[in-house]
């Protein structure tokens, strides 16, 4: 397989033109606001619950509380006291057992982020509400052929997922490789961004936020701004990153360390791509390799430009314009010194990934997201698929178990939308596919005014779920359909 070039990685996550410029609107930490946020402190992961014997049995509490975050206490939401919640590892074939406690003053439920599992019953089911006050006891049998990787946790309560998710409340969930690969360290890295005002308290979001969808102006890694942490050269990290940002897309970077990409959401490529860039749609993850090479390196993250309403109504920066400096944020220092560490072993051999290019399509679908103007209720845009606002009442497609669909997503909007369907990965087809090699994702990217193909096989599970923009604030507008397998 050729390797990758920086071209073929931008288009990678479907990805148009990319930019430094400024995409959303600007909730930001206020920066007259004190204390400040504390940065440079030791990298602090999650902390990590592991199955045993077949099975993890976990409580997730969700609740408002004064919460580390950036080295200070915020009145924000988190699972079982932190930002992000633990971490939890699991392998496939197992069970994932985990009883939601609702301590906030308004619904919640859970979703397990792209885990292929049943979204039935008490599955990954997003229909379900666990009211104030409330338990609710989750589910979820991974097959024995689950892929690895790493996936995450997060609220789906339509309407205030935006909201919940921006306040603290995700988590990581990791399904281990078959045939673990040896590393010096594991580090699960959990980017969000977030608002804290004056008195400490999340930031509230505008009707103009939440039309571009919010990005707040701190950038964290595990609740943690610009941690750091240390390596000898010559050994090999392995990094997964998570992109829980409501709205923002990461394009990352680590300059001066070899990058080599295993694969992205649940998707793994035969052999690791080299990377120099690294662009994350808000629900993407990436499994990373890193090779730590002398010095000092700062994982940083640039702007991507990815349109927006404020942009069409022409009082917000056009895309491709900068508005921003070209040096980036720091998400994290990595200080690599010391003795040169043993060549690390081999990798184990991968899988070569399902490829539906050559199956029969039992049925194609075109698949519209809009953005509208004016028609409604309180001078909200309408965020649309298929022309439909969300409603969890209605079945808008219906797919036969066992068969292979060819969907063309399709935005007539003038900015991106990450579109992410539950349970069933898709594979993207065509231009927008990396190379030769299958290119799996959950969330896919879907540049302004254009279309992108995926395939997916319904296999497995039957029932209803959703697909909808990942960018939060645009769901909980109603960029969301509901889909049943039968
Ligand atoms: Cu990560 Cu339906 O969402
Ligand atoms: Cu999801
Ligand atoms: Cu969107």
New binding site residues.
């Given amino acids: 397989m050729r390797p990758i070039s920086r071209r073929q990685l931008l288009l990678l996550g479907g990805l148009g033109a990319a930019s430094t410029a400024a995409g959303g609107a600007g909730l930001i930490w206020s920066l007259s606001s004190r204390p400040a946020p504390a940065t440079g402190s030791q990298f602090i992961q999650p902390d990590e619950l592991r199955s045993e014997g077949g099975q993890l049995q976990v409580r997730l509490e969700a609740a408002p509380g004064r919460l580390q975050l950036a080295g200070r206490e915020v009145s924000a939401l988190g699972y079982n006291g932190g930002i992000p919640g633990p971490t939890l590892r699991v392998k496939a074939g197992d069970t994932l057992k985990i009883t939601l406690t609702n301590s906030l003053s308004q619904p919640t439920n859970l979703?397990v982020?792209?885990l292929h599992v049943s979204p039935e019953n008490n599955g990954d089911n997003?229909f379900v509400a666990v009211g104030p006050g409330t338990s609710f006891d989750y589910e979820y049998r991974l097959p024995e052929n689950h892929s690895p990787g790493l996936f995450?946790y997060?609220p789906?309560h339509h309407g205030i997922?935006a909201d919940q998710v921006f306040a603290g409340l995700f988590g990581a969930i990791i399904v281990e490789d078959p045939e673990p690969i040896q590393a010096s360290a594991e580090r699960v890295l959990v980017v969000s961004d977030t608002a804290v005002d004056g008195s400490g308290s999340i930031g509230a979001a505008s009707a103009m936020d939440r039309m571009a969808g919010r990005e707040g102006g701190l950038l964290l890694v595990n609740g943690q701004s610009n941690p750091q942490f240390s390596a000898a050269p010559g050994q090999r990290e392995r990094w997964r990153i998570v992109n829980a940002c409501v709205a923002r897309y990461l394009m990352l970077r680590l300059d001066g360390q070899k990058l080599q990409l295993l694969g992205r959401d649940s998707g793994r490529f035969e052999k690791p791509q080299d990377v120099d860039e690294l662009i994350l749609t808000?629900?993407n993850r990436a499994d990373l390799l890193v090779t730590p090479a002398m010095g000092d390196s700062i994982l940083r993250t640039f702007r991507y430009n990815r349109g927006s309403m404020a942009g069409m109504m022409g009082v917000g920066p056009a895309p491709g314009s900068a508005t921003e400096g070209t040096e980036g944020t720091a998400l994290a220092t990595f200080r690599v010194s010391g003795e040169s560490a043993a060549a690390p072993p081999a990798l184990p051999s991968q899988l070569a990934p399902a490829d539906l290019r050559e199956s029969a399509v039992a049925a194609r679908r075109q698949i519209t997201l809009s953005a509208g103007m004016g028609m409604g209720g309180g001078g909200m845009m309408r965020f649309t698929i298929n022309g439909r606002e969300f409603d969890a009442a209605r079945t808008d497609t219906t797919a036969a178990a066992g068969t292979v669909e060819e969907w063309t997503l399709v935005n007539t909007s003038p900015m991106d939308h990450p579109f992410?369907l539950?349970v069933w990965p898709m594979q993207v087809i065509g231009d927008d596919a990396t190379g030769s090699s299958p290119d799996w994702r959950?969330?896919v990217n879907l540049p302004a005014n254009r279309q992108v193909k995926v395939r997916v096989a319904f296999a497995d599970f039957r029932g209803r779920s959703?697909?909808?923009c990942?960018i939060?604030d645009h769901?909980d507008l109603g960029m969301?359909g509901v889909i049943e397998v039968r």
Avoid: F, K, S
Wanted: charged share 10%.
């Fill in positions: 979703h982020h792209g997003v995450w997060h789906h997922v808000p629900g992410h539950h959950d969330v959703a697909y909808h990942h939060l769901e969301m």
